[in-house]
């Protein structure tokens, strides 16, 4: 059988975010959707994208249709997974190439909220359009595997942090509980982490001191592949 | 613009075989090929392969192009990336959804082979078809990153081995030497692999034992995704 088989590419795109359901609680994994205006799936919450484009590489397509409906421009997409079943869509085949990413929260505050676009506890999803609950959940997956042995936790945070500000971020996202001193040692004892002079301001007794990141490793290790997203480096 | 976009399915798969260059050297890395019988590229080398089809899932579809050009049936095979690069194909946009998988020298040899069909090492490729020649960097980088924290020399190795034979297995797709007494400490101290009663036979002075891997471990762990081949298990 040879029939037509739809493009399409969705991203994920992760941020710690105040969680909807407590607002007063530590900040949650969170991810925006985009409510759906047509059919198949009229009205239900889906990850922003859409049809693929034959001028444009599949990661500058992700983070177009990302902006137009998101207002988000992460510098970096990573490619998750092609997603091909071809029962996911009910309308007929359509492949997924979905993408992800981690935005600080600066900028993940200027996402555009309103009726139609809103962000999500990733953890506490309504039934989502298509396979995007499998997808979101297959990328929390991926993300809670890769950040013990890469530098996910620096996407989240700005250029300097300190030693609690970036076990908090683990903490979220491996969703379990580490012993304040045991990180900091293994922190001050790894290379990728570099005390700066600064300490953090605010009037407290001992002002704990600013870290930043060895940026001369990259993010996430892709390896001899890039999608980096021209224009936003 | 929106133009149509075809959507294809490739594998790479990679064996230990003898070196074309010299088979009284030891086995290399290597990766069947099929020679293209039409433009573009007509004659090139090229990856298994050939267009998706609607009906089937992506992973069903890689491993059919891969059993009716080389015979090769692997159990098991894992998405490695989508290639969608605009100007990859002369004649149009193709995004390839690319696969890989291990075989072990047995299942290698039932490989078919002939004019339009061979083995090639992996580190050791003519000018291929398309943008074949770096699918395939990014394949060897990817296993080279991967056999140190999963299970991949199993899949080159029968039921049963000898240290020496998974040592020579990690050495190949590592690139370097790997001391065999720290190895044999390393292997001995890990939970992946078990002694079994029997001794390699051979008629030697002091047989060496083999070894099984702890089967109760997934050779690659693909989280909550499965690309099994269903009725190749």
């Not at 506490?124 to 530098?151: C, G, Q």
């Not at 620096?154 to 903490?171: P, Y």
């Not at 001050?188 to 001992?206: F, K, L, P």
């Not at 704990?208 to 001369?216: C, E, H, K, Q, V």
Request: no cysteine; charged share 25%.
């Amino acid at each position: 059988m040879t029939a037509t088989i739809d493009l399409a590419v969705s991203t994920v795109i992760f941020a710690l975010r105040p969680d909807p359901a407590d607002p007063d609680a530590p900040h949650v994994l969170s991810i925006p959707l985009v409510r759906r205006t047509r059919d198949p799936f009229a009205r239900r919450w889906a990850l922003p994208g859409g049809a693929a484009d034959a001028g444009e590489s599949l990661a500058d397509t992700a983070a177009r249709k990302l902006r137009e409906t998101t207002r988000l421009q992460p510098a970096y997409l990573e490619q998750l997974y092609a997603f091909g079943d071809p029962d996911r869509s009910p309308t007929g085949r359509v492949v997924s190439v979905v993408y992800w990413a981690l935005v600080r929260p600066d900028l993940a505050d200027q996402a555009a909220e309103g009726e139609n676009v809103r962000w999500f506890a990733a953890d506490d999803l309504p039934e989502l359009a298509f396979d995007h609950n499998r997808i979101v959940a297959y990328a929390l997956w991926r993300m809670r595997t890769k950040v013990e042995y890469s530098r996910i936790a620096q996407a989240f945070l700005g250029e300097t942090f300190t030693l609690s500000e970036l076990r908090r971020v683990h903490e979220v996202v491996l969703q379990r509980s580490l012993d304040p001193a045991n990180f900091r040692r293994q922190m001050e004892g790894s290379t990728a982490i570099v005390a700066t002079d600064a300490v953090q301001t605010g009037g407290r007794h001992r002002p704990p001191r600013l870290y930043r990141y060895d940026t001369t490793v990259r993010l996430a290790d892709n390896g001899p592949l890039t999608d980096a997203i021209p224009g936003t480096d």
